[in-house]
């Protein structure tokens, strides 16, 4: 469900109320009369929220999940055991329909008050705010914080004890933990890229998570990090984030890692504790990487990396490997010569 400190909910909804809105039919043995309360991601939800199915490795998922309703295809339909079903045929869109009739307006940012800090908003002891800065409605800043110039901090947006917060810097939908250091130019809690491809065009999933960030976290200049789209991203404890790095929403990023400049992490990656990632990496979505791994520069990382895996390349296969073969291609080409 998400957050209600930084999203206004609308509903509830009957099944037969959503399915006339979205153009969806319902099963036959959907409970036209079902009150949904709110959307909800299949791991998580309750019998009042309703998810979307699309994807078949997600079926045992669905077959423990507790939602009583779910926006799926008339093919899909056979894998779904118990919960009621609305039929369409493109779910994700379908859903992306239904979250935003549940949350038609997603507060943003503290920019449009008239005061530079809300007037509720809850500063601890010694807490230092440059000229410039704005503080969102219901913010809360731990003791011995430092807001630099400009930076923006949004509604209900947490920040912990002793955190440096750079220059020309915006928080959103976050809730930041004790001693993190934030460099200029950050962007946390943004939009997700999150979009629907069809034929009248790319239709936007509203992104309704938040950005989660643990102590000891440091995060290097002009870094983006997007909130979640149903869930959360989140940044674990004493993890180091080098400067333009891209982490998409839904990444979890474990303990202690180090991200190094330039990396992209795509959307729902899962990044272990103890994780090394060298500079200009990309890891496509849904990715896992154990604990301990380490990625070198410039490689491309499409599979899931086992825990302590060294990898190297395009696509990623162990660093060993990579140089085998490119000892091999290197006496190939001398030979030509």
Known sequence: MPDPRFYTRAGPFKLADLAGRIGARLAPSADAALDIRDIGNIDGASKHEIVYFSDPAFGIALANSNCGACVTTEQLSTHVPKCSVLLVDDPRAAFAEIATLFYPAPYSS??????????????????????????GAGA????????????????????????????????????????????????????????????????????????????NVEIGANTTIDRGAIGDTVIGTGTKIDNLVQIAHNVVVGAHCLIVSQAGLAGSCKIGDGVIIGGQVGVTAHVRVGEGAQIAGKTGVMRDIGPGEVVMGYPAKPIREFWRDFAALSRLTKRDK
């Open 140 to 215: 809360v800043i731990g003791p011995g914080t430092r807001i630099g110039a400009n930076a923006v901090i949004g509604p209900s947006v947490i920040i912990g004890d002793n955190c440096h917060i750079g220059a020309n810097t915006t928080l959103a939908f976050c809730l930041v933990g004790n001693n993190v250091v934030v460099h200029p130019g950050v962007q946390i809690g943004q939009d997700g890229f999150g979009f629907v491809p069809g034929k009248a065009g790319h239709k936007k999933v509203p992104q309704l998570g938040r950005v989660i960030i643990h102590d």
């Open 110 to 135: 503290a920019q449009g008050q008239s005061e530079r800090i809300a007037l509720d908003a809850k500063l601890g002891k010694d807490v230092c705010i440059a000229p410039g800065a704005v503080v």
